[in-house]
């Protein structure tokens, strides 16, 4: 088996959760802690994460050919991470990947020591931050936090991290979990 660990780090829209990615790996640049690219079937110049744009049948094509360790469909798009982070980890990395939290028992059932970690925020938060953001009715940030709440009712296991405050508090408690040994 494996000698490194995959980290599955999830959550809401509004929490923060690419900041304190974008963050984490700055700090753990040069140890052995991999961040992986997703496969994406959205434009490169969409803005947001780096990823490796697909067309769909792109994707497909990989998809059906077993490429993927984890693939979903959300929001219209489809997401993959490759079979390469089963590499990474092999070779002693702490596999860190961006995921969805509506995937995760998929993603637990495929790969039983996978770890959870969740980073959120209260609903309040979440609210102010989605407004400020702009791109959203009132009614589509209501169904947001509505959902956000339900999702996040049964993840036993999961490490959540609370970044309703300072970055640097959430940023911190994410890279302790990542620097510690696998199990």
Not at 49 to 61: D, G, K, M, Y
Not at 65 to 73: A, N, P, V, Y
Not at 93 to 100: D, E, I, K, P, Q
Not at 122 to 149: C, M, W, Y
Request: hydrophobic share 35%; aromatic share 8%; charged share 25%.
């Amino acid at each position: 088996m494996s000698s490194g660990r995959l980290v599955y780090v999830m959550g809401p829209s509004g929490a923060g959760k690419d900041s304190v990615l974008n963050e984490a790996r700055r700090q753990l640049g040069g140890s052995p802690t991999a961040f992986a690219h997703r496969y994406i079937t959205r434009p490169a110049d969409a803005g947001g994460e780096n990823h490796v744009t697909l067309s769909e049948e792109e994707f497909a094509c990989r998809r059906d050919r077993s490429l993927f360790l984890f693939h979903w469909h959300s929001h219209g798009l489809f997401y993959g991470a490759g079979i390469e982070l089963l590499d990474w980890m092999y070779r002693g990395f702490t596999v860190v990947l961006n995921g969805s939290r509506e995937y995760w028992p998929q993603a637990r059932e495929r790969i039983p020591n996978i770890e959870g970690v969740l980073i959120t925020a209260r609903s309040e938060v979440l609210r102010q931050r989605l407004q400020d953001r702009g791109r959203e009715s009132d009614a589509a940030i209501k169904e947001r936090i509505r959902r956000n709440t339900a999702l996040e009712s049964d993840m036993p296991g999961v490490r959540v991290i609370d970044n309703s405050g300072d970055l640097s508090h959430a940023t911190s408690e994410l890279v302790d979990f990542l620097r510690k040994p696998a199990p």
